[in-house]
């Protein structure tokens, strides 16, 4: 059975797709990026805030899961200029503590121009 994320914790998904789904004893969060909830407003001029905003929104999906941080086993995580790499590590190191597994890669463009998104899986059932 599938459920379906919907929180307000989290910005709306700006496309044909949900924040999140649960499926199988795992959820599978969509990209989160630098979008305040609620008002959709950018979060941050820099890698900084951008990834602060980030982590703050996949922290509202799996809040609204039951789970935390800890519960994430992958992430794969987007950049938009790979010499942002060390300072979005040292914002991401302070949330994903249990160090997941991770793919980290620069994209040519991220959605409305941002720096950087995060996507995670994370076991539901454990």
């Known amino acids: 059975m599938l459920h379906i994320t919907n929180t307000e914790n989290a910005p709306s998904a700006i496309g044909p797709y949900s924040q999140a789904i649960s499926a199988n004893g ?3 969060a969509s990209g989160q990026v630098a979008l305040v909830p609620g008002t ?3 979060a941050g001029t820099n890698i900084e805030g951008q990834a602060e905003r980030c982590c703050q929104n996949v ?3 799996l809040e609204a899961n039951g789970l935390t941080f800890d519960d994430v086993v ?3 995580c987007f950049l938009a200029d790979m010499n942002d790499f060390a300072a979005f590590n040292a914002v ?3 949330y994903f503590t249990s160090k997941p597994a991770r793919s980290c890669v620069a994209v040519k463009t991220i ?3 941002l720096l950087c998104e995060i996507e995670v899986t994370a076991v539901v059932n454990q």
């Open 26 to 28: 795992f959820l599978f």
């Open 59 to 61: 922290k509202g999906i």
């Open 92 to 94: 991401y190191g302070k």
């Open 74 to 76: 992958k992430t794969t």
């Open 111 to 113: 959605p409305k121009n």
């Open 40 to 42: 959709g407003e950018v």
